[in-house]
């Protein structure tokens, strides 16, 4: 079956930077993308961008423009997301999710990872 | 940015009832809307895509209509497990946007 696994809950000072993983298994990794989204404590859902699995493509949200990278490993089926330059408003909890296919919507997600920034 | 505003904010609704849930866009996304269901503590997880089509496994008392600005969630008889907060997307335009949510509650 499609799971999505992210990493750990991470605590970070203001400044410092964060990389999560999210491992995928039970579908073929490079033939769907990977998108993350990110939801603040008690608020809605935002969406920070994709990666193209098979390319490395990426398409980032003008807002996190040069303070996000997404990155991936094809032999570890693993993908990436690092947010640089980390503020309290980045303190979040940051979800990765599969691409149906069709480029727009997540069908399955990761369970989720905490980031907290507080100094 | 397409900006999508959900309403209501809150909805209180008994078991057993009928629940209507709204997502209006700024701009026209065509069809290319979705569903989600989000449970305290849990990942989102997709209802409705394309704005009608249920999603694998969604029970059949989901059902999604709309095109252009205006969409609704209908959810015809509430059961337990249904009482969430819901997110619509559109995937028309980069960046996709979610409304900010509807929560379903208890009444």
């Known amino acids: 079956q499609v799971q999505l696994v992210q990493s750990g809950a991470e605590v970070k000072k203001p400044g410092a930077s964060v990389k999560v993983s999210c491992k995928a298994s039970?579908?073929?990794?490079?033939?769907?993308?990977v998108h993350w989204v990110r939801q603040a404590p008690g608020q809605g859902l935002e969406w920070m961008g994709w990666?193209?699995?098979?390319?490395?493509?990426?398409n980032y949200v003008q807002r996190f423009q040069g303070r996000v990278t997404m990155t991936r490993d094809t032999s570890t089926r693993t993908a990436y997301m690092e947010l640089s330059s980390l503020r309290s408003d980045d303190t979040a909890m940051y979800y990765c999710?599969?691409?149906?296919?069709?480029?727009?919507?997540?069908?399955?997600w990761g369970q989720g990872t905490l980031v907290t920034v507080s100094s | 940015e397409i900006v999508m505003t959900q309403s209501p904010v809150t909805l209180s609704v008994s078991p057993g009832e009928r629940a209507t849930l709204s997502c209006r866009a700024s701009q026209s996304v065509s069809s290319y809307l979705a569903w989600y269901q989000q449970k305290p503590g849990q990942a989102p997880r997709l209802l409705i895509y394309?704005?009608?089509i249920r999603a694998t496994g969604i029970p059949a008392r989901f059902s999604g209509r709309g095109s252009g600005t205006e969409f609704t969630l209908t959810i015809s008889s509430l059961q337990s497990e249904d009482f969430a907060v819901y997110y619509c997307?559109?995937?028309?335009?980069?960046?996709?946007?979610f409304g900010q949510g509807t929560k379903v509650e208890i009444k």
């Open positions: 999710a599969r691409d149906s296919g069709s480029h727009g919507y997540g069908d399955f």
């Open positions: 039970g579908y073929p990794f490079s033939g769907y993308y």
């Open positions: 997307q559109q995937y028309n335009n980069w960046p996709y946007t």
């Open positions: 394309d704005a009608s």
């Open positions: 990666i193209n699995p098979n390319s490395g493509d990426t």
